[in-house]
Nanobody
Framework: QVQLVESGGGLVQAGGSLRLSCAASGNDVRFNAMGWYRQAPGTQRELVAGIISGGSTNYADSVKGRFTISRDNAKNTVYLQMNKLKPEDTTVYYC?????????????????WGQGTQVTVSS
């Protein structure tokens, strides 16, 4: 069974930075696509940033220029560097992986979600 384990969330002041990490383990699965999602209360979980094994990335408009997604294929790990954080970035962030990822999730036989990590940005 594949597990995605996130780390790196926490409390930061507006304008600060955080780096999230997500490590995949189990079944020696190598994911083509990995992504970070977030879900504010009362809203649907949506893509923040995605990356495929070849390195192509995509971002939500609200985080372009502030967040950077990267991955270490050898370690089966994806990162999200978050700079210039704003109070509206406050929510739970989830890591996901699969054959491909779209706006609302990743898909494929081994698609997986992490447990989520809280990011809180104070004003």
């Amino acid at each position: 069974q594949v597990q995605l384990v996130e780390s790196g969330g926490g409390l930061v002041q507006a304008g600060g930075s955080l780096r999230l990490s997500c490590a995949a383990s189990g079944n020696d699965v190598r994911f083509n696509a990995m992504g970070w999602y977030r879900q504010a209360p009362g809203t649907q979980r949506e893509l923040v940033a995605g990356i495929i094994s070849g390195g192509s990335t995509n971002y939500a408009d609200s985080v372009k220029g502030r967040f950077t997604i990267s991955r270490d294929n050898a370690k089966n790990t994806v990162y999200l560097q978050m700079n210039k954080l704003k109070p509206e970035d406050t929510t739970v962030y989830y890591c996901a992986a699969g054959d491909y990822c779209s706006t609302y999730g990743c898909y494929g036989a081994n698609r997986s979600w992490g447990q989520g990590t809280q990011v809180t940005v104070s004003s």
